[in-house]
C-alpha cells in the first residue's frame, strides 16, 4: 500500500511527475524494492518549488483538506516524495482506498 497510518496523521509514498498536460493520479507504481508509490502528475515544472505547492493543491483539492494539513516530510527535490497528511478521518482512508483500485 502507498500510504502509512501514524500517529500525526497518514505518510503518502508519492512518484511525481511534473511538466506533464494534466494533473492527474495515473495509479500506483511499485518499485525495484517493492515499495508502492501512488503516480500523480502535475503540470508544473520542477523548479523553485512549483511542482511541489501544485502536488500539495492538488491532494487538497482531491482530499477536501486545508493545504496547511499537508506537509512534504522528505523529497522535496526528488520525485519520490513522503507526504504527510495530519488528518486520519475515515473519509480520508476511503478517499485513498479509492485510489489504490485505481491501479
Keep these: 500500500m502507498f500510504y502509512n497510518e501514524v500517529a500525526q496523521g497518514i505518510i503518502?509514498?508519492?512518484?511525481?511527475?511534473?511538466?506533464?498536460?494534466?494533473?492527474?493520479?495515473?495509479?500506483?507504481?511499485?518499485d525495484a524494492q517493492g515499495d508502492d508509490f501512488l503516480k500523480i502528475n502535475v503540470?508544473?515544472?520542477?523548479?523553485k518549488g512549483k511542482a511541489n505547492s501544485?502536488?500539495?493543491?492538488?491532494?487538497?483539492?482531491?482530499l477536501k483538506l486545508p493545504k496547511n494539513q499537508i506537509e512534504i516530510?522528505?523529497?522535496?527535490t526528488d520525485k519520490y516524495k513522503k507526504i504527510l497528511l495530519h488528518n486520519?478521518?475515515?473519509?480520508?482512508i476511503s478517499k485513498l482506498l479509492a485510489w489504490a483500485q485505481r491501479g
Design 54 to 62: 501544485e502536488l500539495q493543491s492538488f491532494l487538497a483539492k482531491e
Design 43 to 47: 503540470v508544473s515544472v520542477p523548479e
Design 12 to 30: 503518502l509514498r508519492i512518484r511525481l511527475n511534473p511538466n506533464s498536460s494534466s494533473c492527474v493520479i495515473k495509479g500506483i507504481f511499485t
Design 73 to 76: 516530510v522528505a523529497g522535496q
Design 88 to 92: 486520519k478521518s475515515s473519509e480520508i
